[in-house]
């Protein structure tokens, strides 16, 4: 397996190679030279694997051997041992023929859990065989940097830096991030929005000359193609629960860096007979506003009850727009650079690619409030607000569908103190390993959205 950059400027690499790189060297993202396919045979034996077995039969085509596979096994096995749910992502049926895949039983309590529980594993394996050190430098809108930080924090070869917009994120979610232990852990809290920390990180990773000799910079965002990887196997768990072989699936995503959808499109194109992907979106509304109306650009950023859309820039909708472009990347790249500047739109024939697999919709948090009240009323089952998102979304853009709908449940409602409490109901308690997640000591250093301050801070450390 070898992978090539979405801006076509740099050697065709390895899976170890990308592992440890994240963002291309030429400013792009790097996606599988060929992507593997699997077929109506291989969904009929893989009916009856564990989730772990599934992910291993996924995710060895994209690792090709880098790392043996009784190891990958041993990493998968270790990675979701913790998750409090015997099926890991258990389906919840909410409506007819409506499903919750809860994706927030992994340790910190979100989906980017499992991702990253596994790319710390990942990057440790390899470090060890290299002798290597490395910084690893990551910016979140909420619920990335503390599975990054427990992924990663107990590795000898990290030091791990995760850049957070201040005031910007849930009190639980800051506090998952600023209470973590640990000499090679440091969170920064940006004077900014999310879309400023993305800012930052992408222009450290394009100058490393601040880091000390023999030091790169690795990624935990979706900019690094593992974390994409991971997220493809339970599209496909899900997918064989609600009879994948008999019927198409469609799928609702919470949206904000377009890495979880975007897992599900390749799931599509490897052979996963999915109908619908509705993109879900808050009032930051940019990928709503191109899937419905052709027209990308970006607006003023508002702070809303689920912070982790809160993004304007989702990097990894590069990597789609590198297969709408057919591969052609001196297009994307010019593309890209007017990006910002100007409304771009793409061809009515691009167009009609789009809408004949993605819907969307830009849910307010008014409406969101109401979801989670109403889901509760009819059902029992609480919802985060990006769940509520994705609920109200599928609603509207399934509404006619006869086949089985799947929303993305991204989040646990306890993250969301002040969304829940919006909505007339109470306040839901952290579980138990995180009860006394208020009392614990924060550590936290604000900074302003200003490069030369974050990465003067940084070699201050190292």
């Not at 499109?265 to 052709?294: C, E, Q, S, W």
């Not at 769940?387 to 853009?397: D, L, P, Q, S």
């Not at 579980?431 to 000591?441: G, I, K, T, Y």
């Amino acid at each position: 397996m070898e992978y090539i950059s979405t801006r076509g400027g740099c050697p065709e690499q390895n899976f170890e190679q990308v592992l440890l790189t994240g963002l291309a060297p030429d400013g792009g993202l790097f996606v599988p030279k060929d992507l593997p396919k699997f077929t109506v045979g291989h969904l009929q034996k893989w009916q009856s694997l564990s989730y772990t077995e599934l992910a291993l039969e996924i995710i060895e085509p994209f690792v090709d051997g880098a790392i043996p596979s009784n190891e990958l096994k041993k990493i998968l096995d270790e990675s979701y041992a913790d998750f409090a749910h015997p099926d890991i992502a258990p389906l919840t049926e909410i409506g007819e023929r409506e499903y919750l895949l809860e994706l927030f039983h992994g340790p910190t309590l979100a989906f980017k859990d499992f991702a990253l529980q596994v790319l710390g594993r990942l990057l440790d394996y390899v470090l060890e065989r290299r002798k290597q050190r490395v910084v690893i430098m990551g910016a979140t809108s909420g619920d990335t940097g503390s599975a990054a930080l427990e992924g990663c924090r107990h590795s000898d070869h990290v030091d791990i830096f995760i850049l957070h917009p201040h005031q910007r994120v849930s009190e639980v979610q800051r506090r998952q991030m600023t209470t973590v232990p640990g000499d090679n852990v440091f969170n920064l809290a940006i004077e900014g929005n999310f879309d400023d920390c993305q800012r930052l990180v992408k222009a450290a990773f394009a100058d490393q000359s601040f880091l000390p000799e023999g030091r790169q910079l690795v990624a935990v965002n979706s900019i690094n193609w593992a974390r994409i990887m991971m997220q493809i196997v339970y599209y496909v768990w899900a997918s064989l629960r609600l009879g994948a072989l008999e019927s198409k699936v469609s799928f609702s995503v919470p949206t904000g860096n377009f890495g979880d959808i975007y897992a599900g499109y390749l799931a599509k194109h490897m052979g996963l007979p999915i109908d619908r992907l509705v993109v879900a979106t808050n009032k930051n509304d940019i990928l709503h506003r191109f899937i419905a109306h052709n027209e990308y650009a970006v607006s003023e950023l508002s702070p809303t009850f689920s912070p982790s859309m809160d993004i304007l820039v989702s990097s990894n909708f590069e990597r789609y727009l590198f297969e709408l472009f057919n591969r052609d990347a001196r297009q994307l790249g010019e593309f890209m650079n007017r990006f910002g500047s100007e409304t771009l739109s793409v061809s009515d024939e691009q167009y009609r690619r789009i809408r004949a697999e993605f819907d969307s919709a830009s849910v307010d948090d008014e409406t969101t409030c109401q979801v989670i009240a109403e889901v509760f009323a009819a059902t029992g089952q609480l919802l985060d607000p990006h769940t509520a998102v994705g609920v109200k979304a599928a609603r509207e853009c399934l509404a006619d569908s006869a086949n089985p709908k799947v929303v993305l449940a991204t989040a646990h409602p306890a993250k969301f103190s002040a969304a829940i409490t919006a909505a007339g109901l109470d306040s839901p308690a952290l579980p138990a390993h995180l009860s006394d997640l208020m009392e614990r000591e924060e550590r936290v250093t604000v900074l302003p959205d200003d490069l030369s301050a974050v990465t003067a801070y940084m070699q201050e450390q190292l």
